[in-house]
T-cell receptor, first 114, second 115 residues
Framework: QKEVEQNSGPLSVPEGAIASLNCTYS??????FFWYRQYSGKSPELIMF????GDKEDGRFTAQLNKASQYVSLLIRDSQPSDSATYLC??????????????FGQGTRLTINP | NAGVTQTPKFQVLKTGQSMTLQCAQD?????MYWYRQDPGMGLRLIYY???????DKGEVPNGYNVSRLNKREFSLRLESAAPSQTSVYFC??????????????FGPGTRLTVL
């Protein structure tokens, strides 16, 4: 079992709708959770991080964390064509001292249709 | 302020050749990382350096070596390239001190093909 799992997609969502991206992780002691966005041919860039159970909102983006279910999600409201990208879930496992040893999922490719 | 830079952008090697990928950051970050990205596999950590003078293995270190030349520079060396090392390589750095919510900043990547 992969440590961090995502549905690779592609996920197709109409413009203006809510896009929901999901991620599960295997290590119950994982500390922090990150969502990176990667446009085709480009490098990843951080959208949000979350480390407490519940929701965290930043503009059109909401990250949700449920540690009991080992589940983290990203919601994108009012989806725009510019949101079309691959979204990478990353998890910081326990015991990572002095460096941020992230474990990434395989990414979900999201397409927003005008 | 260039952020994280990587050279070269593209490289084609023959099996058995060696090469060094260069990475530099100008953000005064302590921690630096090397990842590879293969289709359908996400990013996998090869090596990292928590601070100047230290390096440690990540998830997939076999076939690679690294050098943390100074605080700014972190290089990745392939001693004897193999086709399985065909990939896109990303260097990243994070703010000091590396903590649980630090942002990793990525370079533009190096596309390596081994024939």
């Amino acid at each position: 079992q992969k440590e961090v799992e995502q549905n690779s997609g592609p996920l197709s969502v109409p413009e203006g709708a809510i896009a929901s991206l999901n991620c599960t992780y295997s290590d119950r002691g994982s500390q922090s959770f990150f969502w990176y966005r990667q446009y085709s041919g480009k490098s990843p860039e951080l959208i949000m991080f979350i480390y407490s159970n519940g929701d965290k909102e930043d503009g059109r983006f909401t990250a949700q964390l449920n540690k009991a279910s080992q589940y983290v999600s990203l919601l994108i409201r009012d989806s725009q064509p510019s949101d079309s990208a691959t979204y990478l879930c990353a998890v910081m496992p326990p015991g990572a001292q002095g460096a941020q040893k992230l474990v990434f999922g395989q990414g979900t490719r999201l397409t927003i249709n005008p | 302020n260039a952020g994280v830079t990587q050279t070269p952008k593209f490289q084609v090697l023959k099996t058995g050749q060696s090469m060094t990928l260069q990475c530099a950051q100008d953000m005064n970050h302590n921690s630096m990382y090397w990842y590879r990205q293969d289709p359908g596999m996400g990013l996998r950590l090869i090596y990292y350096s928590a601070s100047e003078g230290t390096t440690d293995k990540g998830e997939v270190p076999n076939g690679y070596n690294v050098s943390r030349l100074n605080k700014r520079e972190f290089s990745l060396r392939l001693e004897s390239a193999a086709p399985s090392q065909t990939s896109v390589y990303f260097c990243a750095s994070s703010e000091p001190p590396a903590g649980r919510t630090d942002t990793q900043y990525f370079g533009p990547g190096t596309r390596l093909t081994v024939l």
